[in-house]
């Protein structure tokens, strides 16, 4: 079963901040965030497992509801760069296999 | 360290063809999974390798198939190729921890 991202598009000006979630029907044991820039490769931005922590680097943090089975995706204070297409992808068991949602496109303009 | 190395970036072939990708993981990583992304289905999973065996398996036709070396090279061969089957072909290898680092992908085109 795919992960749900909302919203499926946001477009924002520098320095504003934006939220992106990812809801599964399914228990989860992890998630991954990549973004994806047109035409490049997703970059691994980072993974949460089952416990419910927050992850951040940068100005990007991240949040695990085991509970809900969701995740969000916090981007603060955005830059240009940030702009692409962000995915979640959730696992389950210690594997490589990942179900991705439909991805979220972010627009940053100056 | 090297990234996930894919080859090659471009193909373009006939319907009816059948075509082998190849994927070179980060060293270290034994998990190499395939994934193949379009604008109408977006990023899909094919299936996963894992020490030479295949441990995951995604909903494709049997036509897609995959094989993975000693050395964790991947490679993944469609037969018989259909028009539907242009994509990005993606190969991600993963860490024990469970990080996915994707390569540049395989552009291919069926005509």
């Known amino acids: 079963q795919q992960p749900v991202q909302s919203p499926q598009a946001v477009i924002l000006r520098e320095g504003e901040d934006a939220v992106i979630n990812c809801s599964s029907s399914?228990?989860?044991?992890?998630v991954h965030w990549y973004r994806q820039k047109h035409g490049e490769a997703p970059v691994f931005l980072m993974i949460?497992?089952?416990?419910?922590e927050q992850k951040g680097h940068d100005k990007i943090s991240a949040s695990f509801n085991e509970k809900k089975q969701q995740s969000s995706l916090y981007l603060t204070a955005s830059q240009l760069s940030y702009s692409g297409t962000y995915f979640c992808?959730?696992?389950?068991?210690?594997?490589?296999?990942?179900?991705f949602g439909q991805g979220t496109t972010l627009q940053v303009k100056p | 360290k090297a990234g996930v190395t894919q080859t090659p970036r471009y193909l373009i072939k006939t319907r009816g063809q059948q075509v082998t990708l190849s994927c070179s993981p980060i060293?270290?990583?034994?998990?190499v999974s395939w994934y193949q992304q379009t604008p109408g289905q977006g990023l899909q999973f094919l299936f996963e390798y894992f020490s030479e065996t295949q441990r995951n398996k995604g909903n494709f036709p049997g036509r897609f198939s995959g094989r993975q070396f000693s050395n964790s090279r991947s490679e993944m061969n469609v037969s018989t190729l259909e028009l539907g089957d242009s994509a990005l072909y993606l190969c991600?290898?993963?860490?024990?921890?469970?990080?996915?680092?994707f390569g540049q992908g395989t552009r291919l085109t069926v005509v």
């Open positions: 399914k228990a989860l044991y992890s």
């Open positions: 060293s270290g990583h034994r998990s």
């Open positions: 992808g959730t696992g389950r068991g210690n594997t490589g296999k990942l179900i």
């Open positions: 949460l497992l089952k416990g419910g």
């Open positions: 991600a290898s993963s860490s024990p921890d469970r990080k996915a680092f």
